[in-house]
């Protein structure tokens, strides 16, 4: 049974009027313990079908199924409030996921009293050292902690409530490469410890190939290519993909930079060196 099903979804927006279509035609089935990267330029849908997915946006057609039945295209607000803490959606940037002027604890010890059993403080605790943040983290207010480190607390505050579905729309880009790496491996084993399914948005093909099983491919909110992450991104062929892989900035590779011949991909790989 999947964690979600998009069958046939479309989403439209009006700009005066013009009519955008921002997701068209989506058909996607997510399974329990799967990470689908979600890849595509900017303004091909990936962040309103991640909207979609939790519930956030009401698609124009087409239906949201989750596993308990409900369909989020349909349902009442009172059945989407019901199953929203199990779909969760986390944003690239972490101080909108907290007040500023609460401790970080008392954004986080409410929402692990409300689900799950044992003493809420100790579960966030643990939770924040998988996370690589100390119990002093949590004590303190928003401001006084880095970007990479409120993103990761950001995830915490996600992932306290045991979701089915973690929605990470860019939740990387303002983490330096390095945390990048640390982040993925944290959420990746956080993941094989307690499974819940990923949709991970992301502009970087390097990162989704690290995360992700399999990927999908937008553009102009349609899903032009799909497969598992390695075919996909070393035997792309849908033109979209290959100008994303196109698009990786390259770096002269280490061995070669005395004799300048060489080229080497910053992040990701594929058959366009
Ligand atoms: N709330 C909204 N109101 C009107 N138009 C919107 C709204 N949200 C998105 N759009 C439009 O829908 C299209 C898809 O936007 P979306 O944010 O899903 O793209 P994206 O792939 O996430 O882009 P990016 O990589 O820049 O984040 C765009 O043309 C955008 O302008
Ligand atoms: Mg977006």
């Known amino acids: 049974m999947p964690v979600l099903s998009f069958r046939d979804v ?33 303004g091909s849908g990936k962040s309103t079908l991640g909207q979609v997915g939790i519930g ?11 596993a308990s039945g409900i369909d989020l295209a349909t349902a009442s607000r009172r059945a989407i409030r019901s199953v929203r803490p199990s779909l969760q959606l986390v944003v690239q940037n972490p101080y909108q996921a907290f007040s500023p002027r609460l401790r970080l604890s008392r954004s986080l010890l409410p929402a692990a009293r409300r689900f799950g059993s044992g003493p809420a403080r100790d579960r966030v605790v643990e939770l924040f050292a998988q996370m690589g943040l100390s119990e002093n983290h949590l004590d303190r207010f928003p401001d006084e902690l880095s ?65 992700a099983d399999r990927i999908i491919v937008m553009e102009a909110g349609r899903i032009v290519e799909r497969g ?35 080229r080497g991909r910053l992040t990701g790989g594929g058959p366009h060196d």
């Open 147 to 211: 970007g990479g480190q409120l993103q990761r607390a950001a995830l915490a505050r996600a992932l306290i409530v045991d979701p089915a579905l973690l929605v990470a729309d860019e939740v990387m880009a303002g983490v330096d490469v390095a945390s990048q790496e640390g982040i993925a491996e944290l959420l990746r084993s956080h993941q094989r410890r307690v499974g819940f399914a990923m949709v991970f948005i992301t502009h970087d093909l390097g990162l989704a190939r690290r995360v």
């Open 56 to 66: 956030l946006l009401r698609p124009d057609r087409g239906s949201v199924l989750t």
């Open 228 to 262: 598992p992450i390695e075919s996909v991104l070393d035997s792309p062929r849908h033109p979209a993909t290959v100008r994303l892989l196109d698009a990786i900035p390259c770096l002269p590779a280490a061995e070669n930079v005395e004799t300048a011949g060489g």
């Open 10 to 42: 479309d989403v439209s927006f009006r700009h005066g009027r013009q009519v955008v279509h921002a997701v068209s035609a989506v058909m996607l089935s997510i399974d329990d313990g799967d990470t689908i990267a979600v890849v595509g330029e900017s």
